[in-house]
């Protein structure tokens, strides 16, 4: 394996040293003329696919070709918020897979993406809601997973700084998953780009996929604004882009792009310790350990590709915010930012070939694609080079919108804005 | 973002409701088929001019056809959606 190892010797030998050896930690280099694979998309699922081929299939021919830098796109603009806490079994095990791998996630690939168990606790706010996450509560433990229902009280425990006697929304308890919690985002596409690079993939940056070359139903390569590369498999992990990236190949996908928006607020000594989501609307919060407020809320509900959001929607996040965690309002908010969400009709992604021979997607994460990185990289890795879905991804079909094969985690149907 | 109405003027997009792609049309074939996959779940989803529906509920309760670019959010013609 090429590179540096990163250790406690190595940080001791750079302190002795005066921190001058480190080396970059992955190359520059100019894109070959032909791949045995083209990974199309250097974000978090990009990089993690390139670095799985390369460990669990030994595929290294390969190259992850990147628009602008890694890491700009969803996996530098989410709320880092991990957890498998799905209801549907065709979600449960990919997802539980997901938190499973990022569990190891760091001695796999040697580079600290501060991955933290700190719990996520989702409140409910009335019966029905207790009945609902108790029932999503049963079904994670059938499937081994983790959950603990908490009564009021046990939430006060936790986190005592919320209004439990709202007078619309009292909270009445909540979901606890303990193995969720956060993990350092850009980290993670720093750390997968590494681990990819020391096996021999290539990463190219600053290089525009224009077209997709494709003759008699067998995809041969792309058209790049660095120049056409060849390759029998080409692979979509375009995020907010995949309906752009897929037309390229003649493809309609089930995917509206939608904007989202992530704040921070000013930073602040240690105050939550969770990862708490509030029940009566779509809001979730988080504490970064450089000390800011990191929380969302709902998408703007309109197609968009302009990775900036509108006030209504910052102005209902904050109320959200406010009925949740009164003492918020003390708070000055420090920026907000927005990503393009790959909204697919029934909430659920997409990993599976297409009609169009050697050519494959990975698509429609919707607001949630952050915490399956790891599992969507491993399983995508796993189609591209055997041609046929692992397991654990085995529902994710892009026919499944014509056999009504759905997973509508939601059960609100073709609606991106209710997912 | 704020978008003209033809009947009450210039309002925050709060006010409405989002309808989606205003070129898709339903199927008249009443079996299920791929006509009606395309009609349900397929979208062009384009980066840049797109047509679309808005529904005034908080105003004059019009369906609106607006155009509206998907990179910067201008919004170029606003029309009422006419009855078929």
């Not at chain 1, 499973?100 to 580079?111: F, S």
């Not at chain 1, 919060?285 to 969302?296: A, W």
């Not at chain 1, 918020?328 to 909204?343: A, E, S, T, V």
Request: overall charge neutral; some cysteine; proline content about 5%.
């Amino acid at each position: 394996m090429n590179g540096q190892h990163f250790s406690i010797f190595s940080v001791l030998r750079q302190a002795l040293a005066g921190q001058t050896g480190w080396q970059k930690m992955w190359r520059e280099p100019e894109p070959k003329p032909e791949y045995d694979a083209i990974i199309i998309g250097g974000g978090g699922h990009g990089l993690a696919t390139a670095y799985y081929l390369a460990k669990e299939h030994g595929m290294t021919n390969i190259v992850v070709v990147e628009k602008g830098w890694i890491g700009s796109g969803n996996v530098g603009r989410n709320t880092t918020i991990i957890r498998s806490n799905y209801l549907l079994p065709g979600n449960i095990p990919f997802y539980e897979y997901s938190l499973k791998l990022w569990e190891g996630l760091e001695h796999d690939i040697n580079y600290n993406a501060m991955v933290s168990q700190r719990g996520v606790i989702n409140l409910y706010h009335s019966d029905g809601q207790r009945d609902a996450y108790a029932r999503r509560g049963n079904a994670l433990r059938l499937h081994g997973v983790d959950a603990e229902l908490l009564d009021r009280e046990a939430v006060r425990k936790r986190a005592p700084f919320l209004d439990f006697d709202n007078a619309r929304f009292p909270i009445q308890g909540g979901l606890l998953q303990q193995r969720g919690g956060t993990v350092r985002h850009d980290a993670v596409a720093w750390g997968y780009a590494r681990a990819a690079d020391r096996r021999g993939v290539d990463i190219v940056q600053h290089c525009e996929v224009t077209g997709i070359t494709v003759k008699n139903g067998q995809v041969l390569g792309v058209e790049t604004s660095r120049g056409p590369i060849r390759a029998k498999k080409v692979a979509l992990a375009c995020a907010g882009n995949s309906s752009r990236v897929a037309a390229m190949a003649g493809l309609r996908l089930p995917i509206e792009s939608h904007v989202l928006t992530a704040f921070v607020s000013e930073g602040l000594k240690p105050l939550i310790d969770t990862v708490i989501t509030f029940g009566a609307g779509h809001f979730y919060i988080s504490q970064s350990d450089k000390g800011g407020l990191v929380f969302g809320a709902s998408i703007d509900g309109y197609n968009s590709y302009a990775q900036r959001g509108n006030l209504p929607t910052i102005e209902e996040t904050c109320e959200e915010a406010m009925a949740l965690m009164p003492a918020l309002g003390r708070l000055r908010m420090l920026r907000q930012w927005g990503g393009i969400m790959d909204m697919s009709m029934d909430g659920s992604p997409i990993i599976d070939r297409t009609p169009i021979q050697g050519l494959y997607l990975n698509a429609g994460w919707c607001i949630g694609g952050f915490k399956a990185t790891p599992a969507s990289g491993f399983s995508f890795a796993h189609l591209i080079a055997r041609d046929e879905s692992h397991p654990i991804a085995a529902a994710y079909r892009l026919d499944r919108f014509a056999t009504g094969r759905l997973l509508d985690e939601a059960g609100t149907g073709a609606d991106v804005t209710q997912h | 973002m704020q978008i003209p109405c033809p009947y009450c003027g210039t309002r925050s997009h709060e006010e409405f409701s989002y309808g989606g792609d205003a070129n898709k049309s339903r199927p008249t074939n009443p079996e299920f088929g791929p006509d009606w996959v395309e009609y349900v779940y397929l979208r062009t989803n384009p980066a840049g001019a797109h047509r679309e529906l808005w529904y005034h509920g908080a105003g004059c309760r019009a369906w609106l056809v607006v155009e509206r670019n998907t990179l910067n959010h201008v919004i170029g013609s606003v029309s009422v959606l006419e009855r078929p």
